[in-house]
């Protein structure tokens, strides 16, 4: 049984930065890759970033160069660093983890880019 824990969502203007954050419950962190996905109201779960087990990171093309993953294993916690946050960029925030063939998902954090 894994469990996710999301923070750190808030309200920022376009331009500003936010960090989230995704606490792990299990000492199985090391073992597992971990992914961020957003929904925008109206919209589709889609990807935002992932991180593997060794640290190498892939992003969606629409956070490319904005947005950072990272993980630190004596934390058990990813994070996920949001720079020059755009409107578009709204949404809620859930982590995501596959292990042992099960799909577990955090219950996700609101982040509202706007004026």
């Known amino acids: 049984q894994v469990q996710l824990v999301e923070s750190g969502g808030g309200l920022v203007q376009p331009g500003g930065s936010l960090t989230l954050s995704c606490a792990v419950s299990g000492s199985i962190f090391r073992r597992l890759g971990m992914n961020w996905y957003r929904q925008a109201p109206g919209m589709q779960r889609e990807y935002v970033a992932a991180i593997t087990i060794g640290g190498t990171t892939t992003y969606a093309d629409s956070v490319k160069g904005r947005f950072t993953i990272t993980r630190y294993n004596a934390e058990t916690t990813v994070y996920l660093q949001m720079n020059s946050l755009k409107p578009e960029d709204t949404g809620v925030y859930y982590c995501?983890?596959?292990?042992?063939?099960?799909?577990?998902w955090g219950q996700g954090t609101q982040v509202t880019v706007s004026p």
């Open positions: 995501n983890t596959l292990s042992g063939g099960t799909q577990y």
